[in-house]
């Protein structure tokens, strides 16, 4: 496929505000999970949660958008000098030529619980309530194209946890098919009761930090994250980091539970190789999904070992951050994209003792050294599964 | 532009019952009645699942399933695209009900459905197909997004995909903060070349101005169209009934259009 350069990110999770906090957490291995202490969620976990989204109402002409899915959207394009590079990509391209592509599997579902909270005696919900600006699945979206003023090709996709990956492969096939020359993708998930209190229902959820891929993990910690990219059709003297593939695929197995034998996220990483032009030999490091309950870990491990045997390096960094859901895609992405950078392969967070039953070569300390190509799952309920594949210059 | 073909339409709206009905009905041959439709479960679905499935899942998969068997046989590759504005509005109100009680308590079958791409996640199952599928929103432009993201991965990736449309009413109280007049599903394939099913040429434009979005000349319909954003198909489904040569224009978000000049084949 076409490669894409990639021009500008940003990111905010419980793991820093902004790229530089949170390549320094990764290096310093300083996690951003807390004991969980989100209101109205009893529940005995830990969470990554962002700081300072309570006082970051959206007002003015925003107001209608006000929600905390939103303020953390928000919050993302304040970090990494992302206005300007948005501004920049505006004036060399038209605004009707910028794709729009945003995942969010809960949006602002918040907003709609805690207004079901203050129904009046006819059951009726407040007057101050907005469906469209904060739980209405396009609310981020619409309010991201209105605030940045694109005219593009928009939507949300919403396939669970792989939705923010997903939107890199909308960029390029928009881009490829001609529709667009540039498109502005990310993520935004925040935390709420729903994702709390269903995972929970579940028995997803751990009690302690999670551990990814450690012989006693016993479950996620739900995150929230928000994360955006610029990606471009590669000019004469592009120069940076590069999308070199992607690779969507269903597991066609269970709602929930991913295919025993990985064999959903082994056809989407495949995929990637396959439009990149690249032997797994090729792949420098795996930024795993490693969400950390026993079944995910597993059966990635086993869609890893048939696709790159067990050399490879790889790792979850989801003790940093939590599981973002719907933002863990844009979220990791970007860890991608640091790596490249700055030629880092981070360990698995919290990865004590790692499972026998695993044998992929995961990491338990990171590594300073050349990185050129990264591959980053992500998979979700439904069996949505996608890989992306980044890359230092193209092939 | 785009330049593609479409085939195997498919539809589940009040009055509207499966394509060979419906096309009868667009077409003028017979009049519009717009009884409720009767939720059933499709028969594709394994018993487990039909018995797991949610009203969206059912409806979504009623026209992926009438839509699949009418088109050519190439499962295999076939990739989908779903694009609903709302998903389950009965799950979203459930879980949004438990979670305002003093103990708040969500059931796992419930939350697992309620996920935008629940439908997919079933036909998958159902179907047995590991080809790529994604799940979009675009509030009342969800179908007008699906149906030019089809078109893009079409073209792109030269394969062909399935686009499913769909959205359900909500309840109350959630009723009057979105009305949607009806249940609504429709379904189309579009593919890169033409094959034995192909219906129609089509190109596909997208505009940066406004324009004057094609509307229903049956003013139940055009009710329908307005009130429900999978029913937004509806000028394109009649095009595909009648037809006819001409231009479907659909809303793009306010200020945008998308264009598509129809050729019967």
Same mark, same amino acid.
Request: overall charge negative; hydrophobic content about 40%.
């Given at each position: 496929?076409?490669?894409?350069?990639?021009?500008?990110?940003?990111?905010?999770?419980?793991?820093?505000?902004?790229?530089?906090? $949170?390549?320094?957490?990764?290096?310093?291995?300083?996690?951003?999970?807390?004991?969980?202490?989100?209101?109205?969620?009893?529940?005995?976990?830990?969470?990554?949660?962002?700081?300072?989204?309570?006082?970051?109402?959206?007002?003015? +002409?925003?107001?209608?958008?006000?929600?905390?899915? =939103?303020?953390?959207?928000?919050?993302?394009?304040?970090?990494?000098?992302?206005?300007?590079?948005?501004?920049?990509?505006?004036?060399?391209?038209?605004?009707?030529?910028?794709?729009?592509?945003?995942?969010?599997?809960?949006?602002?579902?918040?907003?709609?619980?805690?207004?079901?909270?203050?129904?009046?005696?006819?059951?009726?919900?407040?007057? +101050?309530?907005?469906?469209?600006?904060?739980?209405?699945?396009?609310?981020?979206?619409?309010?991201?194209?209105?605030? *940045?003023?694109?005219?593009?090709?928009?939507?949300?996709?919403?396939?669970?946890?792989?939705?923010?990956?997903? &939107?890199?492969?909308?960029?390029?096939?928009?881009?490829?098919?001609?529709?667009?020359?540039?498109?502005?993708?990310?993520?935004? +998930?925040?935390?709420?009761?729903?994702?709390?209190?269903?995972?929970?229902? #579940?028995?997803?959820?751990?009690?302690?930090?999670?551990?990814?891929?450690?012989?006693?993990?016993?479950?996620?910690?739900?995150?929230?994250?928000?994360?955006?990219?610029?990606?471009?059709?590669?000019?004469?003297?592009?120069?940076?980091?590069?999308?070199?593939?992607?690779?969507?695929?269903?597991?066609?197995?269970?709602?929930?539970?991913?295919?025993?034998?990985?064999?959903?996220?082994?056809?989407?990483?495949?995929?990637?190789?396959?439009?990149?032009? *690249?032997?797994?030999?090729?792949?420098?490091?795996?930024?795993?999904?490693?969400?950390?309950?026993?079944?995910?870990?597993?059966?990635?491990?086993?869609?890893?070992?048939?696709?790159? %045997?067990?050399?490879?390096?790889?790792?979850?960094?989801?003790?940093?951050?939590?599981?973002?859901?719907?933002?863990?895609? /844009?979220?990791?992405?970007?860890?991608?994209?640091?790596?490249?950078?700055?030629?880092?392969?981070?360990?698995?967070?919290?990865?004590?003792?790692? +499972?026998?039953?695993?044998?992929?070569?995961? $990491?338990?300390?990171?590594?300073?050294?050349?990185?050129?190509?990264?591959?980053?799952?992500?998979? %979700?309920?439904?069996?949505?599964?996608?890989?992306?594949?980044?890359?230092?210059?193209?092939? | 532009?785009?330049?593609?073909?479409?085939?195997?339409?498919?539809?589940?709206?009040?009055?509207?019952?499966?394509?060979?009905?419906?096309?009868?009905?667009?077409?003028?041959?017979?009049?519009?009645? %717009?009884?409720?439709?009767?939720?059933?479960?499709?028969? /594709?679905?394994?018993?487990?699942?039909?018995?797991?499935?949610?009203?969206?899942?059912?409806?979504?998969?009623?026209?992926?399933?009438?839509?699949?068997?009418?088109?050519?046989?190439?499962?295999?590759?076939?990739?989908?695209?779903?694009?609903?504005?709302?998903?389950?509005?009965? /799950?979203?109100?459930? *879980?949004?009900?438990? #979670?305002?009680?003093?103990?708040?308590?969500?059931?796992?079958?419930?939350?697992?459905?309620?996920?935008? =791409?629940?439908?997919?996640?079933?036909?998958?199952?159902?179907?047995?197909?590991?080809?790529?599928?994604?799940?979009?929103?675009?509030?009342?432009?969800?179908?007008?997004?699906?149906?030019?993201?089809?078109?893009?991965?079409?073209?792109?990736?030269?394969?062909?995909?399935?686009?499913?449309?769909?959205?359900?009413?909500?309840?109350?109280?959630?009723?009057?903060?979105?009305?949607? &007049?009806?249940?609504?599903?429709?379904?189309?394939?579009?593919?890169?070349?033409?094959?034995?099913?192909?219906?129609?040429?089509?190109?596909?434009?997208?505009?940066?101005?406004?324009?004057?979005?094609?509307?229903?000349?049956?003013?139940?319909?055009?009710?329908?169209?307005?009130?429900?954003?999978?029913?937004?198909?509806?000028?394109?489904?009649?095009?595909?009934?009648?037809?006819?040569?001409?231009?479907?224009?659909?809303?793009?978000? %306010?200020?945008?259009?998308?264009?598509?000049? *129809?050729?019967?084949?």
């Amino acid at each position: 496929m076409i490669p894409l350069n990639i021009t500008a990110h940003t990111t905010v999770s419980a793991a820093g505000h902004g790229g530089s906090e $949170l390549f320094d957490a990764l290096v310093e291995g300083r996690s951003g999970l807390r004991k969980n202490d989100f209101p109205h969620a009893a529940i005995d976990t830990w969470i990554g949660r962002v700081e300072g989204l309570e006082q970051a109402a959206l007002e003015g +002409d925003w107001r209608e958008y006000d929600c905390r899915n =939103n303020r953390l959207a928000e919050m993302a394009l304040q970090q990494d000098d992302f206005l300007a590079a948005v501004a920049g990509l505006k004036q060399r391209i038209a605004s009707e030529r910028i794709g729009l592509f945003i995942g969010s599997s809960t949006s602002g579902i918040l907003s709609t619980e805690l207004a079901y909270r203050r129904r009046d005696e006819h059951g009726t919900l407040p007057a +101050d309530y907005h469906y469209r600006g904060t739980h209405d699945l396009y609310s981020v979206t619409g309010y991201l194209r209105r605030r *940045l003023g694109l005219e593009g090709p928009a939507f949300t996709v919403s396939t669970a946890c792989s939705s923010s990956a997903k &939107v890199f492969a909308d960029a390029q096939r928009h881009i490829a098919a001609g529709l667009c020359d540039a498109a502005f993708v990310g993520g935004v +998930d925040s935390l709420c009761l729903t994702t709390l209190y269903g995972f929970h229902s #579940l028995e997803l959820v751990s009690e302690h930090p999670c551990r990814p891929c450690d012989r006693a993990r016993d479950g996620i910690n739900i995150g929230e994250a928000a994360g955006f990219a610029i990606v471009e059709k590669q000019g004469a003297d592009s120069a940076g980091p590069v999308l070199l593939g992607y690779g969507e695929s269903s597991d066609a197995y269970h709602m929930s539970t991913p295919h025993p034998q990985g064999a959903g996220a082994a056809l989407a990483m495949n995929t990637a190789l396959q439009r990149a032009g *690249l032997t797994p030999g090729q792949i420098d490091y795996i930024n795993m999904h490693g969400t950390a309950t026993p079944s995910n870990d597993a059966s990635e491990d086993r869609g890893i070992q048939s696709v790159f %045997g067990s050399e490879t390096p790889c790792s979850s960094t989801k003790g940093w951050t939590g599981h973002t859901l719907g933002a863990a895609g /844009i979220t990791e992405a970007i860890i991608a994209l640091l790596c490249l950078e700055h030629g880092f392969m981070p360990g698995s967070l919290n990865t004590q003792s790692p +499972d026998p039953q695993l044998s992929s070569n995961i $990491l338990r300390d990171s590594r300073h050294t050349g990185v050129q190509r990264v591959i980053s799952n992500s998979f %979700g309920f439904g069996g949505s599964n996608c890989s992306l594949i980044f890359g230092t210059a193209p092939c | 532009m785009l330049r593609l073909f479409l085939e195997a339409p498919a539809v589940a709206a009040p009055g509207l019952d499966g394509w060979p009905q419906a096309a009868a009905v667009l077409n003028g041959a017979t009049p519009y009645e %717009g009884t409720a439709l009767a939720r059933v479960a499709p028969e /594709i679905l394994p018993p487990t699942e039909r018995r797991r499935s949610s009203a969206t899942t059912k409806l979504a998969l009623r026209v992926a399933r009438e839509s699949r068997e009418s088109g050519s046989p190439q499962d295999g590759e076939l990739a989908t695209l779903f694009a609903s504005a709302n998903g389950d509005t009965e /799950i979203l109100h459930q *879980l949004c009900q438990s #979670l305002a009680e003093a103990e708040p308590m969500v059931s796992p079958m419930r939350f697992h459905n309620s996920v935008h =791409n629940a439908p997919a996640g079933y036909w998958s199952i159902a179907s047995g197909s590991m080809e790529a599928s994604t799940s979009i929103a675009a509030y009342d432009d969800s179908f007008a997004a699906g149906l030019l993201s089809a078109a893009v991965q079409a073209s792109a990736e030269q394969r062909a995909v399935m686009l499913v449309t769909y959205d359900i009413p909500f309840p109350q109280p959630l009723a009057p903060c979105r009305p949607i &007049v009806a249940d609504c599903a429709v379904a189309l394939r579009l593919t890169p070349q033409r094959s034995r099913h192909t219906l129609a040429e089509c190109t596909l434009r997208f505009s940066a101005e406004a324009g004057e979005a094609s509307a229903m000349a049956h003013p139940e319909l055009e009710a329908l169209r307005t009130g429900n954003p999978a029913a937004r198909a509806l000028p394109l489904l009649a095009a595909l009934a009648r037809q006819q040569e001409g231009l479907v224009v659909f809303d793009y978000q %306010g200020g945008q259009s998308l264009l598509l000049e *129809l050729t019967p084949c």
